[in-house]
């Protein structure tokens, strides 16, 4: 079982920053790919910033210069630093992680943080 638990999440005026981080456990070989999405009321969810193993990222263009994707492998964590933030940018937040598990691959989601960007 592997599981991947996100915190970081709360309630930041407009401008302010917010880090989310989000840790897996589990019985693991390997994580490969790891992201962030978000969904707010009535829409899609969406990719907000991918990374992977080696450390090479991709973001929405929504996000692009203000938001930043890392992580640590030896931690398993992976991170998401979220600067100028918007009111736009309220909306669930969900990290996922490709990983091997007993000789297989899944990807897991974790359950979710809120983040809300209001004055």
């Known amino acids: 079982q592997v599981q991947l638990v996100e915190s970081g999440g709360g309630l930041v005026e407009p401008g302010g920053s917010l880090r989310l981080s989000c840790a897996a456990s589990?019985?693991?070989?390997?994580?490969?790919?790891m992201g962030w999405y978000r969904q707010a009321p009535g829409k899609q969810r969406e990719l907000v910033a991918g990374?992977?193993?080696?450390?090479?990222?991709n973001s929405g263009d929504s996000v692009k210069g203000r938001f930043t994707i890392s992580r640590d492998n030896a931690k398993s964590t992976v991170y998401l630093q979220m600067n100028s933030l918007k009111p736009e940018d309220t909306a669930v937040y969900y990290c996922?992680?490709?990983?091997?598990?007993?000789?297989?691959?899944?990807?897991?989601w974790g359950q979710g943080t809120q983040v809300t960007v209001s004055s």
């Open positions: 996922n992680a490709y990983v091997l598990t007993r000789a297989v691959w899944f990807t897991y």
């Open positions: 589990g019985i693991i070989s390997r994580i490969d790919d």
């Open positions: 990374i992977t193993r080696d450390g090479t990222t």
